[in-house]
């Protein structure tokens, strides 16, 4: 199609997108570039450029990009996500909820950013704003983030059987989901349930293979076992 059409800009930037996904990341940025010559406002190209930046952590190109797809699009959610992840990263922490906060504006039922921003909160130990994002992402769709995140804060209160729901949820929505796996594993473990423990742990560990909480909880299961 690029061939027949090579001048067309949204031909190069889906084009850019396939390969990306197929990790060929120079040929993407390769036609990243070319939708960008035809079109220098092509907010797709912009933002995944931005994308790839963030990913060689190019901080101050990724921020580049991105602000020039909003000045292109403005009414564009995700190049606000990603530019208060960028923000967020050279430790701009104003200037990243902003951009948070101006993606829900436009699409308040978008569970990415709602989930991204409900990170952002968690990781700055505003844990009652990240748990009511999370639970606004939950009324739109289940997620397995959020859900493992609403299982953990039930941890952290000691509600257990809340907490092994909200596990039991996400490990059935994604099954390969580790946290969700491992939560469940602690459950069980504290109910003295070694055999579905030592499983959890497994079956989590089939993912996050390099977890050393995960190891070292998994070594201590197999060590009880074989006490007489």
Known sequence: ?????????????????????SNRKEEARAEWSMALAEDANNVFA?????????????YPEAIAYFQRAIAARPQ????????????????DSSAAEAEYQKALEL?????EARNAYAKFCLDRGRRKDAEEQYRLSLEVAASSDALDALGRAAMERNDLNAAAKLFAQASELNPID????????????????????????????????LNQAAQSALAKLRAAATLP
């Open 46 to 58: 912009l933002d995944d450029l931005g994308i790839s930046a963030a990913s060689e952590k190019q």
């Open 178 to 209: 580790s946290p969700a796996h491992f939560g469940l594993a602690e459950i069980h473990a504290k109910a003295g349930r070694i055999a579905a423990a030592t499983l959890e742990y497994e079956r989590g560990l089939e993912t996050d293979p």
């Open 107 to 111: 699409s308040p039922f978008d569970v």
């Open 76 to 91: 564009f959610p995700k190049a606000h996500v990603h530019l208060a992840a960028a923000l967020d990263s050279v430790r």
């Open 1 to 21: 199609m690029v061939k027949q059409d090579p001048t067309n800009p949204t031909l190069h930037a889906n084009l850019g997108g396939v390969y990306w996904n």
